[in-house]
């Protein structure tokens, strides 16, 4: 199984950079996932890491430590729709392939004049 | 493009009685899955399925069925329905083999049991 653990609730200033850390402790590891969610809506996709290292998307950037068990989320020039619950998810090795994910209790980010 | 598309999106239900939840995607994807959200938590899985005729259970599989007859569509049954099972349930979809395939999830069902 999995066990993630993600930050409960940040705020950040609208134009700052905002990291968001994520540590996990898995039994088998093939993938971490960032998803953005804002209330009332589905998870949106955001990044995706297997490998260690950085991980640029425009003004998204992700990170991977897998010695480590560590992911972060990094989101620059902060604009007042990045707030959101941002998630964590661990993909398990599944025999056959698939995507059986793990989700962390999400990090509920506040933008601030 | 629907993707994947969840009916209904609201519903309230009374104890004992039972429902299903629609799911079709229209993305060729051959892996489905259900997860549940409760208030200030994660997902966590229900069912999954990794083709027609195939399904597993998930982390809390518990007072829900599903079926995968078709490749597009993936429903999942409430069986006598309990105040705990109250949630936003999601449906999700992806390809199946590769790393990185992304999952695309469904508007959400919002479901209360009361």
């Known amino acids: 199984g999995q066990n993630i653990d993600q930050p409960t609730e940040m705020t950040a200033t609208e134009g700052a950079i905002v990291q968001i850390n994520c540590t996990y402790q898995?039994?088998?590891?093939?993938?971490l996932f960032w998803y953005q969610q804002h209330a009332g809506e589905a998870p949106t996709f955001l990044s995706y890491?297997?490998?260690?290292g950085l991980e640029e998307k425009g003004r998204f950037s992700s990170f991977l430590s897998r010695s480590k068990g560590y992911s972060y989320l990094l989101l620059k020039e902060l604009q007042m729709k990045d707030s959101a619950s941002y998630l964590c998810?661990?993909?398990?090795?599944?025999?056959?392939?698939?995507?059986?994910?793990?989700f962390g209790t999400g990090t509920q980010l506040k933008v601030e004049l | 493009n629907a993707g994947v598309t969840q009916t209904p999106k609201f519903r309230i239900l009374k104890i004992g009685q039972s429902m299903t939840l629609q799911c079709t995607q229209d993305?060729?994807?051959?892996?489905m899955y259900w997860y549940r959200q409760d208030p200030g938590m994660g997902l966590k899985l229900i069912y999954y399925?990794?083709?027609?005729?195939?399904?597993d259970k998930g982390e809390v599989p518990n007072g829900y069925n599903v079926s995968r007859s078709t490749t597009e569509d993936f429903p999942l049954r409430l069986e006598l329905a309990a105040p705990s099972q109250t949630s936003v349930y999601f449906c999700?979809?992806?390809?199946?083999?590769?790393?990185?395939?992304?999952?695309?999830f469904g508007e959400g069902s919002w479901l209360t049991v009361v």
């Open positions: 998810a661990v993909r398990d090795k599944v025999t056959g392939g698939g995507n059986k994910l793990t």
């Open positions: 993305m060729n994807h051959n892996y």
């Open positions: 890491n297997v490998l260690d």
């Open positions: 399925s990794v083709g027609a005729g195939i399904t």
């Open positions: 898995t039994s088998g590891f093939n993938g």
């Open positions: 999700a979809s992806s390809y199946g083999r590769g790393t990185g395939n992304t999952i695309y």
